[in-house]
């Protein structure tokens, strides 16, 4: 049995300040250009002002989410960071969703259940974000 490693970074552009980008083809590509059969694919973003998540691809669901995390943490908080760069809502938004997600792969795809899908929430928009895929297997 050989064990493989493939890494490959994908570019996203954001087009808003905040939004939920479904990303999954992007990742299942990667997968199958991997040609690792069996393993994990691990989904990291490299930036401090997005985040990772999995859930349904429903367009309500998805306001939801965007309207909650600015509901929990405002974008008018009086934060010390803003006296920065004016984007700690962004920051300590980013940190309640996850900086990666690992997901397994059988039969060269990614294993994932009906309505799931891989969401990169951007926070502090638009940008042009990179994500790291590691597909780890045989």
């Known amino acids: 049995m050989?064990?493989?490693?493939?890494t490959k970074r994908i570019?996203?552009?954001t087009e808003r300040h905040a939004?939920?980008?479904?990303?999954?083809?992007k990742i299942a590509e990667v997968v199958q250009?991997?040609?690792i059969q069996n393993g994990v694919a691990v989904v990291f973003t490299t930036h401090t002002t997005t985040g990772l998540f999995i859930n349904e691809r429903e367009s309500g669901l998805i306001q939801d989410i965007?309207?909650?995390?600015?509901?929990?943490?405002?974008?008018a908080g009086g934060y010390l960071h803003d006296r920065v760069d004016d984007n700690a809502a962004?920051?300590?938004?980013?940190?309640?969703l996850a900086t990666s997600?690992?997901?397994?792969?059988?039969?060269?795809?990614?294993?994932?259940?009906?309505?799931?899908?891989?969401?990169?929430a951007e926070r502090d928009g638009p940008r042009r974000r990179t994500v790291i895929v590691t597909v780890i297997g045989e």
Request: aromatic residues 4%; proline residues 4%.
């Open 11 to 13: 570019s996203v552009s």
């Open 66 to 75: 965007e309207t909650v995390l600015a509901q929990i943490v405002p974008a």
């Open 33 to 35: 250009q991997s040609k």
């Open 2 to 6: 050989r064990r493989l490693v493939t």
């Open 101 to 120: 997600v690992a997901i397994p792969v059988e039969s060269g795809r990614l294993v994932l259940g009906t309505w799931q899908s891989v969401f990169l």
């Open 90 to 96: 962004s920051h300590i938004q980013s940190i309640l």
């Open 19 to 25: 939004e939920a980008l479904d990303i999954t083809d």
